[in-house]
Structure formats: structure tokens, C-alpha cells
């Protein structure tokens, strides 16, 4: 979620949605929509899960008093929480990046997912179209020099291997990739994304798995020593 100001002076608070392809799909607007849906939902939660918090922290009579006084003036402020209510949800950005050899041949727009879909029909189906970002785009990652990807340590690794996924080149910038790991401080978290990133290099890097796994092995069992 970020916060943003454009050029006109407006604020506002949006949320970048991306999703890596190494191939044409077709159905990624659909894709894109379910993910979309489920940010809006875990977005519209926060406030009940606050509220949860808030809840059993308000035990003294003061805050009480406070509640009571709020419940009296509800059917007041029935229009103003109606207009809140409006407010709730913030605009996403959905990008695609392809990464992939092909062409993209696949519409930007979800209504383009559609066949043959009537007119009048559709005003009544959602739509929404997504920034596709690929190798001719004017950010080509294989254009730019490893020190200009910055960020945080999830950021670069992603970045840095997309870079070199197809490229003989990844067997040299592996120890760098998984040095990224030394940044992050919650286990967790480092296990969840090295299963992502070296299940993503094994279908798409030219080097063999073995190669990968030696690197792997090295890397953590030199933490293991230490």
C-alpha cells in the first residue's frame, strides 16, 4: 500500500498489485481480479479487527461514558458513516511483468476475457485493465546494472532474478541473490520466499538444478557453521 500525492495536489492511498508471467495467459485478468478481491475484503477487516482491539482496552468507566455517548449520536451521523462507508476501499494498480520469450498476445482488459459479450450487457460486468510491463518496456531489467536495483532485500532478489533467470550469467550472481536472505529476520518469512525463488529458477533458469542446490547448500551451511 502506498501513499502518493499526483501532480495535482490530490492524496491518495494505493495499492500495487504485481504478477510475474513467464507465458501468455490468457485468463490473467481473471487471475488479477480474484487477488484484487481479496485485498479489498482483508482491507475492509482491519477496522473490525481494530475494533476487536480497541474493545478490550475500554474496560474502564470513562472510555464507557465515551461509547455511550458515541451510541447516542449514531442515528445522527447515519448519513456522515453511510459516505465513510464509500471510502473504505482504496484503488489497486494491477501490473503484469512478462518475462517471457513470446510475444504477449493477451488483451489488457477483463471484458476482453469475454466472448462475444452483448452491449447491454456490459455495463453490468466488472472491468478493469492492467499496465503490462514486459522486456520491451523501457525499464528492460537485462538494460539495467545490478547497482540501480534497490529496495528492500524481497524487492532485489525478485528483481535481480528475473534479470539473469534465462542467462548463463545466474550461476555468478546466485551468491548474491541469496546473501538478500541475510536481511530478513524472520524465518518464516526466509523459507517461504526461498521455496518461491528457487522453485521459479529450476523451471526457467538454463543452468542445471544441481548448480542451484550446490549454491543453496553453501550459502545456509556456512550459516549453520557459524
Known sequence: LYQLKFRNGQDAKVYVLIEHKSYSDYLVAFQLLRYMVRIWELELKQPKIQRKKDKKDKQDKQKIQKIQKIQKKQKNLKKQSVQKKKLTLSPILPIVFYHGTQEWKVPLGFHDIFLDLPSVLAPYVPDFRYFLATQA??????????????????????????????????????????????????????????????????????????????????????????
Open 137 to 226: 518496456w523501457r525499464y528492460d531489467l537485462t538494460k539495467i546494472g545490478d547497482s540501480e536495483i534497490r529496495g528492500d532485500a524481497i524487492l532485489q532478489m525478485g528483481l535481480l532474478s528475473l534479470k539473469y533467470a534465462r542467462d548463463e550469467d545466474l550461476k555468478d550472481k546466485l551468491d548474491d541473490i541469496f546473501n538478500l536472505f541475510d536481511q530478513l529476520a524472520n524465518p518464516q518469512e526466509v523459507r517461504e520466499y526461498l521455496e518461491t525463488l528457487v522453485r521459479y529458477l529450476w523451471s526457467t533458469s538454463p543452468i542445471s538444478r544441481k548448480e542451484i542446490k550446490t549454491a543453496l547448500v553453501e550459502k545456509f551451511s556456512e550459516e549453520g557453521d557459524s
